[in-house]
């Protein structure tokens, strides 16, 4: 029963660690701003780089349901004042919002569910640290193995995955769209979004090695330790 518990929080964990390193690139406006900077897109766009991160601000508060939609979101383009998303950009990221809103709960769910496992744990006296350590380990080693191969098909036609991506959590075709009408693909065209799921990559497998180091040193000392029964 101890192991049950360890696994199911070791999986809560993983899970809080996916859905956080998706969540925090997303919402990392440093990021936004190197990659404006970095491919032009204020120039591209036809517009200044700081109603440009005006623009990315309140484009972020909607995905975090901090305004309730994209409307009314104005900027000087070509000289000229006008509404900066289309309504099929609204549209498309009516379906963004709900999928944010779903990993916002799925994170917390997690947390929530880890922090109990813990607590249960520790009510039944059973060896916290011991099976968190080893649990985890076994976890975050499958992860990270299962990670390598799905890293490398998407590597092999970037382009392909991204396609596949959304025809699994979109029901609709919204989210093709076309510049210039649509400046959301502007904003964010397709090497931004290479480069961010190497950001988002690169969390998903620094983390879980961190966890794999960590725990092995920790039971490592544990078998060390005078006494120690398994």
Not at 57 to 80: F, H, K, P, W
Not at 161 to 182: C, G, K, Q, S, T
Not at 191 to 197: E, L
Not at 214 to 228: C, H
Request: with cysteine; glycine share 6%; charged share 20%.
């Amino acid at each position: 029963m101890r192991y049950i518990m360890g696994y199911l929080a070791a999986l809560c964990l993983l899970v809080l660690i996916v859905s956080q390193s998706i969540i925090s690139p997303t919402f990392f406006m440093p990021f936004f701003r190197q990659q404006y900077a970095s491919q032009g897109i204020a120039e591209y766009i036809g517009m200044s780089e700081e109603e440009l991160i005006y623009v990315t601000v309140e484009l972020l508060d909607y995905m975090r349901a901090r305004r309730d939609d994209l409307d009314g979101i104005r900027a000087t383009i070509g000289g000229v004042e006008q509404e900066f998303f289309s309504e099929r950009d609204k549209a498309h990221m009516i379906d963004v919002r709900v999928l944010y809103d779903r990993l916002f709960i799925v994170r917390n769910v997690a947390f929530w569910a880890f922090l109990g496992l813990i607590g249960l744990m520790a009510i039944t006296k059973s060896p916290v640290m011991h099976l968190l350590a080893r649990c985890s380990r076994e976890v975050m080693a499958g992860f990270l193995l299962i990670s390598a191969i799905v890293a490398a098909v998407i590597a092999i036609d970037f382009d392909r995955a991204f396609e596949v991506f959304h025809l699994i959590f979109f029901d609709n075709d919204l989210w093709i769209l076309f510049p210039p009408r649509d400046r959301l693909v502007m904003m964010v065209p397709i090497q931004f979004f290479i480069n961010i799921s190497i950001f988002i990559g690169s969390l998903l497998a620094a983390t879980p090695v961190i966890i794999i180091v960590l725990a092995t040193i920790y039971l490592r000392r544990e078998a060390d330790r005078p006494g120690f029964g398994g």
